[in-house]
């Protein structure tokens, strides 16, 4: 079984940063998928930006040029570094990863608040 465990949220000035950082643990197979969804108060969960086992890389368009994901394979890691905060990037911020082979698997973490204030 898959558990990850979110950490480096909190609150934060527009105009900071903050990094986030997913730890997985349990068996993992490489061909997969590691993202950053995001849900603020009364909207949906949204992808914030994904990355392959291939280093293959898609982010959300308001987040481009400001937050970068990458993934550390040995540490079973990926994270999220985010700049230039703006207030609408507060949410609750998830890890999720998924196999993209058959059948598929998908796990969630638990989430961390993330807040910016102006």
């Known amino acids: 079984q898959v558990q990850l465990v979110e950490s480096g949220g909190g609150l934060v000035q527009a105009g900071g940063s903050l990094r986030l950082s997913c730890a997985a643990s349990?068996?993992?197979?490489?061909?997969?998928?590691m993202g950053w969804y995001r849900q603020a108060p009364g909207k949906q969960r949204e992808l914030v930006a994904a990355?392959?086992?291939?280093?293959?890389?898609s982010y959300v368009n308001s987040v481009k040029g400001r937050f970068t994901i990458s993934r550390d394979d040995v540490k079973k890691t990926v994270y999220l570094q985010m700049n230039s905060l703006k207030i609408e990037d507060t949410g609750v911020y998830y890890c999720?990863?998924?196999?993209?082979?058959?059948?598929?698997?998908?796990?969630w973490g638990q989430g961390t608040q993330v807040t910016v204030s102006s």
């Open positions: 349990g068996s993992i197979f490489r061909d997969n998928v």
């Open positions: 990355i392959n086992g291939a280093g293959s890389i």
């Open positions: 999720k990863l998924w196999t993209l082979t058959l059948p598929q698997n998908v796990y």
